[in-house]
Every structure is written in structure tokens, then in C-alpha cells.
């Protein structure tokens, strides 16, 4: 009972330095390279074009979603006791923190502010990945197989939106889209635990109206 307890104060210590890294400052990925090295920078005159003023609105929604990547994960992460599935999810998680961090530079180094509303788009992750968590593991890969998914078809959208001659953005957005379909391939494919269970429309429907949500006012705010 006593270690039940204090590994259930574990778990929630890690849910809150993971939140307050996340939002502001310090997390840490698996320290891979990130994808613009080597790459030419754009110049202070492009920067402020407003083809540059486009991308770094459309980046901060991307940064939004790694916001929200991170309260999904540590969701996942808080009632899961499978040791199978708390390795990926924890890879997982920190393959989504690189993104974080170069989707971070990426504002940085375009003067671009983050959205004020990231900390929300944390704890609703983080609230909704617990529910399905705690409907079973079916419910919970299901939900970030879809999760996963919704990533991809946005992210082929933006890599039609981002100006061509932003190389360093659309770098980020290639590796992003690979490393969320293999994401959505294992909880789609995984032998063990539980198989996935099929979500319903209306569960994929409301995931796509908050996706919107959180697209249209994280650009704008």
C-alpha cells in the first residue's frame, strides 16, 4: 500500500516538472539532432517579409500541438502500469519533446512568440488522455492512433501552406510527420496488451472540432 502511494506521488511530481518544462522552459528530448543543422538560415530581410510572418503563425500552432503532445503522453503515462507500454509511451514522449524544442528554436529564432494558451492545451490533453486511460488500454491506443493521425493530416496541410523556400520549417515538418506515423503504427499494431478498440464517430468528430479549436486560436493568440 505504502509503495502504491508513493509511486502515485511519483508519477504526479513527474506530471508536474513535465508541465512546467513544457511551458516554460527546460525539458529535455532524447537529444536528437535537430533537423534545420546544416541548413541555410534565412536572412533578417526575410524574416520579417510576410511570407516569414506566415510561418511563424502557422509554427506556433505546431508548438501548440507539442504542447499538447507532452499532456497527452504524461495522460497516458499516469494510470498505465504495463511495462510494455510505459517504455514506448515514455520513448514516445520523448521523441514529441524534441519536436517541442525545435519547434521552440524555430520561434526564437523568428521572433515569433509562443501561444499564451499552451499551459490549457497541456491540461486538457493531460485531462482527456487520463479518461481514456481509464476506460482501458483499447480505449487509450485507439485514442492516440487517432491522435496520431489527425497530426499527420494536419501537418500535409501546412507542408502545402509553408512559403518552399522555407527549408529550415519544412525540415521540421517532414520529421515530425515520421516520427507521428510511427507513433499511430504502434498503437495501431502492438501485440501486447490489449488491441486497439475502434473509436467512434462521434469520439474522432469531437476530436477534430477541438483540434480546430485549438489550431484557429493559437495562431491568433
Avoid: C
Wanted: glycine letters at 8%; aromatic letters at 8%.
Amino acid at each position: 500500500m505504502l509503495r502504491r502511494k508513493k509511486n502515485s506521488l511519483d508519477f504526479a511530481i513527474n506530471v508536474v516538472d513535465n508541465f512546467l518544462k513544457t511551458n516554460f522552459g527546460g525539458l529535455i528530448g532524447s537529444g536528437r539532432k535537430n533537423p534545420t543543422l546544416g541548413l541555410v538560415a534565412i536572412d533578417e530581410k526575410e524574416r520579417l517579409s510576410s511570407s516569414q510572418d506566415l510561418s511563424g503563425k502557422l509554427m506556433r500552432i505546431n508548438h501548440s500541438g507539442e504542447v499538447a503532445a507532452q499532456g497527452l503522453y504524461q495522460g497516458q503515462l499516469f494510470f498505465e502500469t504495463d511495462p510494455s507500454m510505459r517504455s514506448y509511451l515514455e520513448k514516445a514522449a520523448k521523441e514529441e519533446a524534441d519536436h517541442l524544442v525545435w519547434t521552440e528554436e524555430y520561434l526564437v529564432a523568428k521572433g515569433t512568440k509562443k501561444s499564451y494558451l499552451n499551459p490549457i492545451w497541456y491540461l486538457g490533453s493531460f485531462g482527456i488522455a487520463v479518461f481514456m486511460q481509464l476506460q482501458g488500454q483499447k480505449k487509450s491506443k485507439s485514442f492516440l492512433a487517432e491522435t496520431e493521425r489527425q497530426v499527420q493530416t494536419h501537418l500535409e496541410k501546412h507542408l502545402g501552406i509553408f512559403p518552399s523556400e522555407d527549408i529550415q520549417a519544412r525540415a521540421i515538418l517532414n520529421k515530425m510527420y515520421e516520427d507521428e506515423g510511427e507513433h499511430a503504427d504502434w498503437a495501431e499494431n502492438d501485440s501486447s496488451g490489449e488491441d486497439t478498440k475502434e473509436l467512434s464517430k462521434f469520439e474522432k468528430r469531437a476530436m477534430g472540432v477541438m483540434s480546430k479549436v485549438m489550431i484557429e486560436t493559437s495562431r491568433r493568440i
